[in-house]
Nanobody
Framework: QVQLVESGGGLVQAGGSLRLSCAAS????????MGWYRQAPGKQRELVTT???????NNADSVKGRFTISRDNAKNTVYLQMDSLKPEDTAVYYC??????????????WGQGTQVTVSS
């Protein structure tokens, strides 16, 4: 079964940094888009940043210049380097992958979410 396993969340002070990782596991054939969304309490889930298999990146305006996404295709892993964190970055961060697995058509998968809390 395909799973997205996240790590790296935690509590940091404003201005600090965190690095999130998300590893996709299972009988994966290919991954197209992969990236991160976030959801704060009482708010809708929103895009943070994604990267496709060709390296094209889509960033939310709120994180441009502060967050950097990268991926290791050999490891089916995506990373999110978060610098200059702000209290408004506090949210549950969800890994997302659009992938194809053995005996399954391509579809989207979500990780369980990892909490990022930025104190002021």
């Amino acid at each position: 079964q395909v799973q997205l396993v996240e790590s790296g969340g935690g509590l940091v002070q404003a201005g600090g940094s965190l690095r999130l990782s998300c590893a996709a596991s299972g009988s994966i054939v290919s991954i197209n888009n992969m990236g991160w969304y976030r959801q704060a309490p009482g708010k809708q889930r929103e895009l943070v940043t994604t990267i496709n298999s060709g390296g094209r990146i889509n960033n939310a305006d709120s994180v441009k210049g502060r967050f950097t996404i990268s991926r290791d295709n050999a490891k089916n892993t995506v990373y999110l380097q978060m610098d200059s964190l702000k209290p408004e970055d506090t949210a549950v961060y969800y890994c997302y992958a659009d992938l194809a697995a053995v005996w399954a058509q391509r579809r989207g998968y979500w990780g369980q979410g990892t909490q990022v809390t930025v104190s002021s």
